[in-house]
């Protein structure tokens, strides 16, 4: 439709229907007969049922039958024809589930990321959905906050920045109205991933210049490349919530950055506003989420019950109004449901596309490039197919938990599990199983089953339960060669409200390992989890070590292809892993401080009763095969504003594995008007090298490389030295120093 016809048809609307527009409801009021919806969700939400046929949009209803028929329901009482929004929260996967975010952040491959994103929004884009709430961007730093699981770029505002643009890319194509393509709806804005003390909603705060330069730019890179949608986040931005933030949403999201989408609030968080005690009532979060810029009220009835109020009464202009809705009409027009109400799901298409074959084949690939070697002491990993009995133990061993907790639109039947997968490569009378523990006991489980609505467990005989799997466990290990060790954090331990104050495994694991390390066998153990974890008990006790994250659907068959060698590992965190939970936040990119921990000079910046240092660093991981860095040189050591420099490495493959490396480049800014980071990377290349292959890897340093956010806000470099680092990881590295000047 031009967009003359869409004025024309905002003339024609109603205040009301102008309002509903605004609103989004989810999706099953529209599945629910008359009585029920009736006194459910619209009493609790207090709508109308007029208002419910004037809403602009649903949030988590797809598959081709249920979009007809509740598109066909409402446009069939809705006056002028305008169609309904369909959006959903397919945030790794829709039926084919890939691993959570930040696993598939952890291959640093935007071919990989891609993939992932490109299958999840073909296949959801199959069953209808207009608008996907991903990417999420948010930088974090703190792994006691459930969410860092989504986080796409993990604690670097550049890997942020690289993989925002490859998922808007993959979400919405050249044109999001396309078949495989939809809308992308980046999130959360801003800074939500700063939660002090990783208390998930919690306050965030922090100066201007911290927060655009480490959480704005991968929120900027979506913008930039087309991201149609961008959502509020729960949390204050300096004091001020951000969905009521007219600095956030007026002065920088719209005047400087020159946003044009939509914005939408986060569930329920504008009517949240006056918990947070900025709004007295529901008219004055109305009044100051429509000022401050959003669009829409994402399940709240504040703006469907107030706005008209404030329109009448002269608070909020009649063209504000109509700038949020014509932004809505604009993207149900770029999306053509005003010629195709039903987009792109049809139900052969669901049949031919959805958990395909080629999707599934496709997953068991990109998914093996995600996980991330730890440990692998005399080169353990990869085991070989011959005859050797492995002792496969462990609560994830034959468990189908491992899609992480956002898979809501997974079909769950048919996911192999680890069993599955070693019997099938190994045969099943080589392959002896043992569960050996659950992943939480009754009480560490029964609070998270509340907390979602559920009831209580009990275990009669708790701990003899745990000491009869435990002699299993013990029995079987002994006839085994090798044990392979399945353990993690239940999937309902990370993500949204999944904060936690202890990030260990929980401590029945800890005990099945601490046994079975008693029979000095030689131990594999395999973690599935969401998050950054304190691994010291466990890497202790272990040979080698692979961390999976939730894996997804093929990730059972992904594990077996690493660990027998099929497929070299290649993963590299983009979290660092902490000591213990009182290092967090923790992150590569920090200042020195005036007394750095160089020494054990007591008065220095440093824990008295752990390293100082992560774990395992940012950046980090191992392969089968063996890369030596030598000969970092560099073209010059005097750069200038037009005269890039560039740096070469050589990097050779001491090793008769192919395997892919990834070479990363950091910088420091050794002196500036303002404390500046001990390195930031800057650049990385993933390449592939054949056994003892030695490749000359390049890369160039800018002058746009080296600017920052100065005291005042200006985005600037500064002439003075520099430090280059090139190496596998954060901390492993080779250096070079050059000077930068702004003249020749
Ligand atoms: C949730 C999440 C957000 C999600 C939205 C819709 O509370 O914060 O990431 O997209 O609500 O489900």
């Known amino acids: 439709m031009r967009k003359e016809k869409l004025l024309d048809l905002l003339k024609q609307m109603t205040r009301e229907e102008k309002i509903g527009q605004l609103v989004q409801v989810a999706g099953e009021v529209f599945l629910m007969d008359n009585v029920s919806v009736t006194t459910g969700p619209l009493k609790s939400l207090e709508l109308s049922n007029e208002m419910l046929y004037q809403v602009g949009s649903i949030l ?45 952040g952890c291959s640093w491959d935007k071919e990989v990321v891609y993939n992932c994103t490109k299958i999840s929004i073909q296949e959801a884009g199959a069953s209808g959905a207009n608008v ?100 509020t986040s729960f949390n204050t931005i300096n004091g001020i919530p951000a969905s009521v933030n007219p600095w956030l949403l007026r002065e920088l999201l719209r005047k400087e950055l020159g946003f044009q989408g939509i914005v939408i609030s986060d569930y329920s968080a504008i009517e949240e506003t006056i918990a947070h005690g900025v709004c007295k009532d529901k008219k004055e979060a109305a009044y100051k989420a429509i000022m401050a810029g959003v669009d829409i009220d994402m399940m709240s009835n504040v703006y469907a019950n107030h706005l008209k109020d404030l329109v009448e009464e002269g608070k909020v202009s009649e063209r504000l109004l109509d700038e949020a809705v014509l932004r809505i009409l604009t993207l149900k027009n770029k999306l053509g449901l005003f010629e195709n109400p039903y987009g792109n799901t049809n139900e052969e298409r669901e049949k031919k596309v959805l958990k395909s074959k080629h999707n599934l084949q496709a997953a068991r690939k990109l998914t093996a490039d995600t996980f991330v070697l730890l440990k692998n002491e005399q080169q353990i990993l990869p085991l070989n197919k011959e005859n050797k009995k492995i002792a496969l133990i462990g609560p994830y061993a034959d468990n189908i938990s491992i899609l992480g907790s956002w898979s809501i639109f997974s079909d769950k039947s048919k996911i192999p599990t680890l069993k599955h997968a070693f019997e099938e490569k190994m045969g099943t009378q080589n392959i002896l199983y043992a569960k050996g523990s659950e992943i939480l006991e009754e009480k560490e489980i029964n609070p998270i089953l509340i907390a979602d609505g559920g009831k209580p467990i009990h275990i009669e005989n708790e701990k003899e339960k745990q000491k009869q799997l435990l002699e299993e466990a013990i029995e079987v290990a002994k006839q085994a060669d090798i044990i392979v060790l399945a353990i993690g954090e239940h999937y309902r331990q990370s993500g949204e409200a999944c904060s936690r104050a202890n990030i260990e495994i929980s401590q029945i694991q800890q005990n099945l390992l601490n046994e079975l390390s008693k029979l000095k066998k030689k131990i594999v153990t395999i973690l599935f989890n969401g998050r950054p974890l304190v691994l010291k008990n466990i890497a202790e006790k272990t040979d080698a070590l692979l961390e999976v994250w939730f894996p997804g659907t093929e990730g059972a068959n992904s594990i077996t292809d690493v660990i027998f060698g099929d497929v070299n590992p290649s993963g590299k965190l983009t979290m660092s892993f902490p000591q213990a939970v009182g290092q967090c936040p923790i992150y590569y990119n920090y200042y020195n401080t005036g007394r750095p921990h160089i020494n054990n000079y007591r008065y220095v910046s440093r824990y008295q009763d752990i390293p100082t240092q992560s774990y395992y660093p940012f950046g980090y991981g191992l392969s089968y095969s063996k890369f030596e860095y030598s000969d970092l040189k560099i073209s010059s050591n005097k750069m200038s504003k037009n005269n890039p420099i560039t740096v070469t490495v050589k990097v050779k493959n001491y090793s008769n594995i192919p395997g892919k490396e990834v070479i990363q480049m950091y910088i420091q800014d050794l002196v500036a008007s303002i404390v500046r980071p001990v390195k930031e990377l800057k650049s990385f290349k993933k390449e592939y090298f054949r056994p003892w292959e030695e490749k000359q890897i390049t890369f160039e340093i800018t002058e746009e490389m080296l600017k920052f956010w100065n005291e005042k806000l200006e985005h600037k470099a500064e002439e003075g030295e520099f430090k280059v680092f090139i190496g596998s990881n954060s901390e492993d590295t080779i250096e070079e120093i050059f000077e930068y000047r702004e003249a020749n």
């Open 60 to 104: 988590n209803i797809v598959g081709s039958e249920k979009i007809r028929k509740v598109q066909d329901e409402y446009l069939s009482k809705s006056r002028l024809k305008i169609p309904l929004l369909f959006m959903a929260d397919v945030i790794n996967g829709y039926r084919t589930v890939f691993p959570i975010p930040i696993a598939q």
């Open 132 to 231: 996907n709430f991903s990417p999420m961007v948010d930088l974090v730093r703190d792994s006691r906050w459930g969410r860092v699981m989504e986080s796409i770029g993990g604690e670097d505002p550049y890997l942020g920045e690289v993989f925002a643009k490859t998922m808007v890319e993959a979400y919405q194509g050249e044109d999001i109205s396309k078949l495989g393509n939809a809308a992308a709806c980046v999130k959360h804005f801003a800074a939500y991933g700063a939660a002090e003390a990783g208390r998930d909603y919690n306050t965030v705060d922090m100066s201007e210049r911290e927060f655009r330069q480490y959480y704005l730019p991968a929120y900027q890179s979506a913008i930039e490349n087309g991201a149609e949608m961008i959502m």
